[in-house]
């Protein structure tokens, strides 16, 4: 179809699919081909609406039972600059308006309620990020920059990776590091527990990807993130927590085509563990199966389970403990996530829209060790619609 | 410790069984979208975005520290294990 427009870049197909491979692949390239840069520019622009389940009446004390609705819009634009070097840019606005819990508390039958924040809250925030990249004959390197600001919050971060291809071209390594620099200015009232805070997050992510056969490839790694500083929530009511959090991943995924049935299959497991002692297994499963020359369907679905932190309990207990939360994010749980997402390509637009339905559940794999299960516990929907604009530079 | 040389030895078992040399022209398959480890990288950063700010775990993939080394892309999240700030955006 694109030869019938641009004559002068028809190839062969044999010809097409080796340079196809060498341009699209870039952890896979032919020995006698170096990464380069894309031949062509992405503009790209989503939609999505994020919204959580109210809480039922049953479960709040005071305050509104109504949650977060947040309105996303991100554009992302990257262009080759020549072969060696290309610039990507994103930015991401959001807006938020609704309530979140701010306590929980023991009623007088002894059930754990939800203190919420009270009146609705409307609030925005804008994100952009700017990265370099540069290619060259085994491998890659890229610096980027990112900057977050909204009304009380602002995070200034710088990211650098490098990838290595080896073993002609089977193997590939990643190495990345990222620091973050943060500052809140919470708002003022009851609901903050400090004035201004200030938190740095440094992390190292080593990664290696393989090539198994022509139709399966794998991935490990692992990570280390360390943050320092005002690590307690400002905003829920006597919060407390370590002013230091170390935290590990390994990780492990494999990707499986399928070319009788039109579909390739992938499965990624993480393992996270950090010195609050909080614990997690993730399981990611996706299915994408090409139903026709120009759609595509993707169901997805991801388990999540977690252990809650040492510190944690829904009623705090006033003695010789330095550390207290009530958050249900550091409780015992489970969630589980479906999606389901459909492409439309055509020669330079692809079109796509998803959705995804998160519920979380208290206990999961980790039941067997957890005190308190919150009633905070939060279920969305997110809903994304959005294309993508390839061009000739 | 266990947990780190278990992963180790089972990275370095996958590795030695994977042999299959597979040439250029065989990689048709392998360059499909569907076989990159990152096909979208704005649902990617937001649901990593997501997730981050309302579990307890970050990282792995794409959060802070960088990714496996996907296309171009700032698949990056500077407020991944942020201050857990509730009223503010989840995000």
């Known amino acids: 179809m694109d030869s019938k427009k641009k004559p002068g870049k028809y190839r062969s197909s044999a010809l097409a699919a080796l340079t196809s491979t060498a341009l699209t692949l870039p952890g896979y390239v032919a020995e006698t081909i170096a990464d380069t840069a894309p031949e062509r520019g992405k503009f790209s622009y989503r939609y999505s609406q994020y919204e959580e389940d109210s809480l039922p009446e049953s479960k709040v004390l005071t305050g509104s039972n109504k949650r977060y609705t947040i309105d996303v819009h991100q554009a992302s634009f990257i262009t080759p600059v020549n072969e060696k070097y290309a610039i990507s840019v994103d930015y991401q606005t959001e807006s938020l308006s609704g309530a979140s819990p701010w306590s929980v508390s023991i009623d007088g039958q002894g059930q754990a309620k939800v203190i919420m924040s009270g009146a609705s809250i409307s609030e925005r925030r804008d994100d952009a990020s700017v990265k370099i990249s540069q290619y060259r004959e085994a491998g890659q390197s890229s610096v980027g920059l990112a900057y977050s600001e909204e009304n009380d919050y602002q995070s200034k971060a710088i990211n650098i990776s490098n990838q290595h291809s080896f073993n002609q071209d089977h193997s590939r390594l990643t190495t990345a590091l990222s620091h973050s620099d943060d500052k809140i200015e919470p708002t003022k009232g009851i609901h903050n527990n400090f004035d201004r805070g200030d938190k740095k997050t440094s992390s190292i992510f080593i990664g290696g990807s393989q090539i198994i056969n022509a139709s399966t490839l794998i991935r490990t790694g692992i990570g280390y993130t360390r943050s320092s500083g005002d690590l307690s929530d400002a905003y829920k009511f006597g919060d407390q927590r370590p002013d230091s959090r170390n935290q590990r991943t390994l990780s492990i995924g494999v990707k499986k085509n399928i070319e009788k049935i039109g579909s390739t299959l992938g499965l990624d497991y993480r393992y996270y563990t950090d010195d609050w002692e909080i614990r997690s297994h993730t399981f990611d499963f996706s299915w994408h199966y090409r139903a026709t020359e120009n759609w595509k369907i993707i169901p997805t679905f991801r388990y999540y389970a977690q252990e809650q932190a040492s510190f944690y309990k829904n009623q705090f207990v006033t003695s010789n403990s330095n550390y207290n939360s009530n958050d249900f994010r550091l409780s015992t749980f489970e969630a589980f996530t479906y999606g389901l997402e459909m492409r439309y390509a055509l020669t330079d637009f692809t079109f796509v829209a998803r959705v995804n339905e998160y519920d979380s559940n208290a206990g999961g794999l980790f039941s067997h060790d957890y005190n308190d299960s919150s009633p905070a516990l939060v279920d969305f929907s997110l809903f994304t619609i959005g294309f993508d604009y390839s061009f000739d530079r | ?91």
């Not at chain 2, 996958?14 to 990288?41: F, G, H, Y």
């Open chain 2, 1 to 91: 410790m266990h947990n780190l040389k278990l992963f180790f030895s089972l990275a370095a078992s996958v590795l030695l069984i994977s042999c299959t040399q597979v040439q250029p022209w065989e990689r048709n398959q392998l360059a499909l979208d569907a076989m990159q480890w990152s096909k979208d990288t704005q649902h990617e950063a937001l649901s990593n975005h997501i997730y981050s700010s309302k579990e307890s775990s970050s990282g792995g993939n794409s959060a802070a520290g960088g990714g496996w080394g996907c296309k171009l892309s700032t698949v990056f999240d500077p407020r991944a294990g942020g201050f857990l700030k509730i009223p503010g955006p989840i995000i």
